[in-house]
């Protein structure tokens, strides 16, 4: 266990010692074979679900719902089932070389990037620019306050922060590795991401109609509030078409100041909270080292696609892109898979109700300032 500093409430700081290294690991090819088949496998099974799965239930009770769920949620359930087993087998750790939740995470990250456009959000500019910066400073401000207050530790506050105020489980992935969070935090988090997100692609349309919004408005207003890009579209549907357009770019816009965040939780931590005696050469070299380099890479990634789509044009450019993001979605479902095969439970049980009442709390200061502030800034803002 961490050690406290004095006076530190008990269960402040959730992190739970992970040995780096499992019995077994990198011993047997055979296993690392094994392990790779059941990351597969499971991959293959949560692909097949979250394509599927929204059609078998079209018409149904459950159809709207099933149709708001990501990958993540299949991922996750998926991985922590092939978890109970593997370890009933006694073999989930000598698998466990296999499970390379940070390369996958990362490398998905990386492929992140090609979905942001730059050029689309320098052409909406403006009130979309603002409210991200805005409701971005103002929500992660509240939730990293309100986490103090009632004791969670710094990195499950950064990456509460960073999910609720930016883009949900991509944002918490790339604070993760800025803050280098354990993987039973960022699953808890992750987790959180989605229950909250479901019912919100219902109830902020619902809610933008009864409130009399524009469609620019309630397009603004959803984008800015509901943490994953899947449930945006989704809301946005529902709000009609103008509503999703406003909806898509503001999300975009948010997405693209994800490295912004990661490079100043980066600083942050290296600096001050985990901050070492050293020179302030040594300083610096060892905020190199803990940069999350990949936050590079999600950069070079936009800046790429950026320039291909102006090259080439959007129609031509689109399936190219396509294929990246489909790409992307792999990675992120081994990674969420890995997740769920090395989860261990003990650190949720420590963090108690806290984390989920700071979600809570946040994710409604956050619909009231987004609301406020989609309001002023678009108003009166027209989509062509």
């Known amino acids: ?172 992935i790339a604070a ?14 992750a987790s959180l991401v989605i229950i909250f997100a479901l019912p919100s692609i219902f109830l902020l349309p619902l809610l933008a109609e009864g409130f009399g919004l524009s469609p620019q408005v309630a397009g603004a207003w959803i984008g800015g509030n509901i943490d994953t890009t899947a449930a945006v579209t989704a809301a946005g549907s529902l709000a009609g078409e103008e509503a999703l357009q406003t909806a898509a770019i503001v999300k975009t816009t948010q997405n693209a100041l994800m490295g912004v965040v990661a490079v100043a939780l980066t600083a942050y931590f290296a600096l001050r909270v985990e901050r070492k005696p050293t020179a302030k050469g040594i300083a610096l070299r060892e905020l190199w080292a803990r940069f999350p380099k990949f936050v590079l890479g999600f950069i070079a990634a936009s800046v790429i696609a950026t320039v291909y789509l102006n090259a080439v044009g959007s129609a031509e450019g689109k399936p190219v892109i396509e294929v990246v993001n489909d790409l992307r979605t792999w990675f992120l479902i081994l990674a969420f898979v890995s997740i769920g095969l090395e989860f261990r439970i003990a650190p949720l049980k420590e963090a108690g109700w806290r984390p989920i009442g700071v979600f809570a709390s946040a994710t409604v200061f956050n619909l009231v300032v987004g609301l406020g502030l989609a309001s002023w800034l678009f108003a009166n803002v027209t989509t062509t």
């Not at 993760?176 to 988090?189: C, R």
């Open 176 to 189: 993760a590795g800025a803050v280098q969070a354990k993987k039973e935090q960022l699953a808890y988090t």
């Open 1 to 172: 266990m961490a050690e406290r500093s004095a006076g530190e409430p008990a269960g402040a700081d959730v992190e739970v010692a992970v040995p780096a290294e499992y019995p077994g690991r990198g011993r047997s090819a055979a296993w690392l074979l094994g392990g790779l088949i059941a990351v597969l496998a499971l991959a293959s099974l949560t692909r097949f679900l979250e394509q599927n799965v929204p059609e078998w239930s079209e018409g149904t009770a459950f159809g709207d719902f099933a149709a708001g769920i990501e990958f993540p949620v299949y991922a996750i359930v998926l991985g922590l089932l092939g978890n109970a087993v593997l370890s009933r087998a006694g073999i989930r750790d000598r698998m466990a070389g296999a499970f390379r939740t940070e390369f996958f995470i990362k490398t998905g990250l990386v492929l992140l990037g090609a979905s942001i456009n730059l050029a689309v959000i320098v052409s909406s500019a403006g009130p979309a620019i603002a409210q991200a910066f805005l409701l971005i400073t103002l929500v992660f401000g509240f939730t990293w306050w309100l986490g103090g207050k009632l004791g969670l530790g710094d990195k499950l506050r950064a990456l509460l922060a960073s999910a609720v105020s930016i883009c949900g489980v991509s944002a918490a």
